[in-house]
């Protein structure tokens, strides 16, 4: 398991914990240990091998043995035992706006309110206010909270739920023993999902009941309707588990994984309902078309590319050939430069580009002309000890609002590679916007522009431009345009990054790596890349080394 993978479980656990009323000591002790394993460069699960968990701030011999246990079996009997306890449906009150563990064990303990149904009915009914510190306009925030929940659908984030749909899967396959898969817009790899959808190889709904009310991450497990079996994760997002004979399993994966568009276009082509098949190539070959993958299934024109012959070769992550956007404890990461070399090295990658803020973004600790070049020469101790992959001096510099550089020219031309990125004035209006990121593109020295809009996504919308010269700016300047991998980012978005590629523009896939374990976001990069038809030859880090410093001395 992963550092952040240990800290969620560690976090749910001092939820519970909270909201059963424990000694705030103790919650406070597993907050503090979850936060210290996020941030930490090194796996824990290495730490653990060594005995060394306790040599970590904040961690004594009981949280270590919580973390050992976490680490051995993929779950914590303590938070299991505490699961039985606790109505599953707790979980969801922590979704209200102003709501927290305290105040949902309070409503739970004293009124007896469990459900967000309960929880309605008593503010409607005045009954909150009875609760010392809850008053008038407490209950007025709550139904406030309630309708505006209700208002939207609730989505997650890619990074949030596929993870644990992977986890899952692989969990409730092993207590099958059978073929279980992710579908539905995870296997997309739709930026922002709704629920966890997984078909299981068995017929019997009954025996997928049993399996999923023993895994560490379902609270819940609902009665089964005729489409699938419905539960409740313990980060709130439903888990929907469609029973499918092996001879349908195929089938059952072409329709779940959707989307409904594309469904309905593949049931018009089989002139009713899709073929019977145990796998979707055979599904596909019956329907008179190639396999088409998942990422595409949008109804987008893949069906007309399919019947053509003129599927595009994807890209996939074996071809990322290094990073070209990462950051270190120089400014706001979490990891040393030797660090995020060997965690870069480890996954196969030929290059990595360090790219640490410069001064112009403040709360990032960014680096002036000084610091850069104390900075070059621990890069220069470090390519010593991992000659096996190549580090590139490179930093993330800030474009001011006039479209200037937050760095003199003499010392971004002694860059292997300069990244430039906008985090402050993304709400100019259109045109001001689209002249201060075209004078950027066409900097002599700026090679990848980064998160090209700046969003971040359902919480901050991005800078508006006129995309048609954006782009072609970009094309006619040589320059690349990014697809941050980070999940709240994913920016281009791949729409834009398709309209990007149409264009002629390079793109550059990058990580945006604060910590060894945030190179694992490649994969967000990449099905984002895929969801707008990218090949290879149209990204710049799949380039080998060579061909990459030739095309960065252009």
């Known amino acids: 398991m992963t550092n952040r993978e240990v800290a969620t479980l560690l976090r749910h656990y001092a939820d519970l914990l909270e909201i059963q009323g424990e000694n705030p000591f103790r919650v406070q002790a597993y907050l503090r240990a979850a936060e210290v394993i996020d941030r930490l460069s090194t796996p824990v699960a290495l730490l653990a091998a060594e005995n060394s968990l306790t040599a970590i701030p904040g961690i004594g011999s009981g949280i270590a043995a919580a973390i050992d246990e976490i680490l051995g079996t993929g779950r914590l009997s303590a938070l299991d035992a505490l699961q039985g306890e606790l109505p599953g449906s707790l979980v969801t009150l922590l979704n209200l706006p102003g709501i927290g563990p305290k105040t949902v064990g309070r409503l739970y303990r004293e009124l007896g309110i469990a459900t967000l149904a309960d929880l309605e009915e008593a503010a409607l009914a005045g009954r909150i206010r009875q609760l010392k510190g809850l008053g008038a306009n407490a209950e007025q925030r709550i139904l406030e909270g309630i309708r505006f929940l209700r208002s939207v659908s609730r989505r997650f984030l890619l990074g949030e739920l596929l993870p644990m749909a992977e986890r899952l899967a692989c969990q409730l396959a092993q207590q099958l023993g059978a073929e279980v898969a992710v579908v539905g817009s995870i296997r997309r790899m739709r930026e922002t999902v709704g629920n966890i959808n997984l078909v299981a190889g068995v017929a019997d709904q009954a025996v997928i009941v049993h399996a999923l009310g023993s895994l560490p991450e379902i609270i819940e497990v609902h009665e089964p309707t005729p489409a699938f079996v419905?539960?409740?994760?313990?980060?709130?997002?439903?888990?929907?588990?469609?029973?499918?004979?092996?001879?349908?399993?195929?089938?059952?994966?072409?329709?779940?994984?959707?989307?409904?568009?594309?469904?309905?276009?593949?049931?018009?082509?089989?002139?009713?309902?899709?073929?019977?098949?145990?796998?979707?190539?055979?599904?596909?070959?019956?329907?008179?078309?190639?396999?088409?993958?998942?990422?595409?299934?949008?109804?987008?024109?893949?069906?007309?590319?399919?019947?053509?012959?003129?599927?595009?070769?994807?890209?996939?992550?074996?071809?990322?050939?290094?990073?070209?956007?990462?950051?270190?404890?120089?400014?706001?990461?979490?990891?040393?430069?030797?660090?995020?070399?060997?965690?870069?090295?480890?996954?196969?990658?030929?290059?990595?580009?360090?790219?640490?803020?410069?001064?112009?973004?403040?709360?990032?600790?960014?680096?002036?002309?000084?610091?850069?070049?104390?900075?070059?020469?621990?890069?220069?101790?470090?390519?010593?000890?991992?000659?096996?992959?190549?580090?590139?001096?490179?930093?993330?510099?800030?474009?001011?609002?006039?479209?200037?550089?937050?760095?003199?020219?003499?010392?971004?031309?002694?860059?292997?590679?300069?990244?430039?990125?906008?985090?402050?004035?993304?709400?100019?209006?259109?045109?001001?916007?689209?002249?201060?990121?075209?004078?950027?593109?066409?900097?002599?020295?700026?090679?990848?522009?980064?998160?090209?809009?700046?969003?971040?996504?359902?919480?901050?919308?991005?800078?508006?431009?006129?995309?048609?010269?954006?782009?072609?700016?970009?094309?006619?300047?040589?320059?690349?345009?990014?697809?941050?991998?980070?999940?709240?980012?994913?920016?281009?978005?791949?729409?834009?990054?398709?309209?990007?590629?149409?264009?002629?523009?390079?793109?550059?896939?990058?990580?945006?790596?604060?910590?060894?374990?945030?190179?694992?976001?490649?994969?967000?990069?990449?099905?984002?890349?895929?969801?707008?038809?990218?090949?290879?030859?149209?990204?710049?880090?799949?380039?080998?080394?060579?061909?990459?410093?030739?095309?960065?001395?252009?």
Request: glycine share 8%; aromatic share 6%.
């Open 230 to 554: 419905p539960a409740l994760s313990t980060n709130g997002a439903e888990v929907q588990v469609v029973a499918a004979t092996p001879e349908r399993f195929g089938t059952e994966l072409v329709r779940w994984t959707g989307n409904w568009q594309h469904v309905e276009e593949l049931s018009a082509i089989a002139g009713g309902a899709l073929p019977l098949a145990p796998t979707e190539e055979a599904c596909y070959q019956a329907l008179g078309l190639p396999w088409i993958p998942p990422e595409l299934r949008e109804n987008r024109g893949e069906l007309d590319a399919a019947l053509r012959g003129r599927l595009p070769q994807l890209i996939t992550l074996e071809d990322v050939q290094g990073d070209l956007h990462t950051h270190t404890t120089w400014s706001d990461g979490r990891g040393s430069i030797l660090e995020m070399a060997m965690a870069a090295r480890d996954r196969g990658y030929r290059y990595l580009a360090v790219a640490d803020h410069s001064a112009g973004l403040g709360v990032a600790r960014g680096l002036d002309a000084e610091r850069l070049r104390e900075q070059w020469r621990e890069i220069e101790a470090v390519q010593a000890r991992v000659p096996a992959i190549r580090i590139l001096r490179s930093c993330e510099v800030e474009v001011r609002r006039d479209g200037s550089l937050d760095l003199p020219d003499e010392v971004l031309a002694e860059l292997d590679l300069v990244v430039a990125s906008l985090h402050a004035g993304l709400r100019l209006p259109r045109d001001e916007q689209t002249e201060r990121i075209i004078r950027a593109i066409r900097h002599p020295h700026v090679d990848i522009i980064a998160h090209p809009t700046g969003r971040l996504i359902d919480r901050r919308p991005g800078a508006d431009y006129d995309w048609d010269r954006v782009f072609a700016a970009a094309r006619e300047a040589g320059k690349a345009l990014e697809i941050n991998c980070g999940p709240e980012r994913l920016d281009l978005n791949d729409e834009l990054a398709r309209q990007a590629l149409d264009a002629g523009v390079m793109l550059a896939i990058n990580s945006d790596a604060h910590a060894p374990d945030d190179f694992a976001w490649m994969r967000y990069g990449i099905g984002n890349a895929r969801r707008a038809w990218a090949r290879p030859d149209q990204v710049l880090n799949t380039m080998p080394l060579e061909a990459l410093l030739s095309w960065l001395a252009r």
